[in-house]
């Protein structure tokens, strides 16, 4: 089952998005599973300088018997100002939380999942536990473009992350970086 809408622009707005839901294969446990994907998008353009665009993309797996086996939602919101013709701004905000539960064999004995250890070689239950991964990152743009062929980059980006979604208290950094780019066309 699918359902899609799409909007066009009113008032600077407009909405693009989607919901299936159906059978797909639990790669985790290797059974069957419904699976709920969706992506909903939603962009506002005030002026024609600055346009806001977010998305809430989301994908998750439920056993036969409802419980949810795995869960991923990446919301994301993007920023743009085109200050002046050569001066362009942007900064891009994503929020990234995974899950998965205790596996199991669901599809035969409903007996714990065991993992091979790479380094030692030794099934172990303890990778097969329940696992979430929340991280924030950040990045900021600034582009200078004054002529053909010129151009100055220079970025920051932020990688954060927390213990429990979407709380954003108890952020942790990760990683830092910055970059820059510029650019000449020699023109003979």
Sequence with gaps: FMIRAKSPELGGFSFDGFVALGHDVDYFEWSSATVLFSNLGLTYRPTEKLRFEGSVPLLVHYRRDGSR???????????????????????????????????????????PVLIRDPGTGIYRRDL????????????????????????????????????????????KRLRDGFFTKFSYLFRL
């Design 128 to 171: 097969a536990l329940r696992q979430e991964t929340n991280s924030f990152n950040v990045d900021w743009l600034f582009s200078y473009h004054p002529t053909p062929g010129t151009v100055f980059f220079a970025g920051y980006g932020s990688s954060l992350a927390e213990d429990q979604a979407f709380r954003f208290r108890g952020l």
């Design 69 to 111: 086996v795995d869960g991923t939602i990446v919301p994301r919101l993007k920023v743009e100002y085109q200050v002046t013709r050569s001066v362009f701004l942007r900064v891009v905000g994503e929020y990234d939380s995974e899950y998965h539960d205790d596996l199991r064999d669901n599809a035969r004995t409903n007996y």
